[in-house]
């Protein structure tokens, strides 16, 4: 494949196939680091009874549940190409579709949320028009994607950890035609499709030998090895030194974050 053009490939598919015993876990352990700001965001955004919710890429439904069961809000749509891991739950409807079908229809929702999914999709300028269209007036959209701010020091564009993330975000744009180099551009899509009340706010959080982030990575790179060596950026013993480093107390870097931008329709 040409390594300079956006693959062909699809999340779930050619990637992170949801059938892998350990894919849930892994999602898992990122949610149990991002969980946190997702939902004080969605409560500042007013998530709360009566309110029509629509998880967008629900994963294993963590957002979703706590929707239902902290927010208390009145439904919640979770569409996931893969919906095996979305256990059943009181007022949760489960879609299994493609985003991308644009036939898919799901109805309008006073609160929209979609994290660490349209980053992974090649239509996600064209998703995120049609997401803010689901909106109804006054509703609300919430969009997660990572990013990642440059190295602190020189040096570090040799380590085998900035070599490993580098060939991982290479390897997923050459595959399934993830980017990341956009997400910071989201408040600007939000502007452009008519919304209101834009903002944006970006948060890295710590990343510690063997924490549940260090093990997202630590899993994320093992599943992804014959894609990460492919890219030529990596050897096989430069993803072990990274891996090991992901559990060692030298550990000392600043992690991809998680962008949050949202907005209201008027
Ligand atoms: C990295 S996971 C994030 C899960 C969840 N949003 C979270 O943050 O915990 C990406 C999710 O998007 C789903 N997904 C990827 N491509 C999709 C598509 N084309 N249509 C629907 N869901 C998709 C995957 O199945 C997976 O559950």
New binding site residues.
Partial sequence: MDSTHPGHG???QDL?D?GHPGEAER?DD??LV?DPVTTHRLRALGAGPGLRCLE?????G??ARWLLREADVAEVVA????TGALAAEPRLRVVT????DDTLDLGTFDLIH????LM??RERRHLVSRLVSLLNPGGRILLGDAAELPDAHDTSSSSAYRRTMDAMWEALRTTIGTDITGVPAYPHFLREEGLTDVAAELYCPPLLPGGPLARFWSQTWQRMRPELTATGRVDAATVDEALDYLSSPHLAELGPGLLMAWGRRR
């Fill in positions: 699809r999340y779930g992170f949801a999602i990122a949610a991002y967008v890429g629900a994963g294993t963590t957002v569409v996931d190409r893969d579709a493609n985003l991308t979609a994290r660490f999914v992974h999709l």
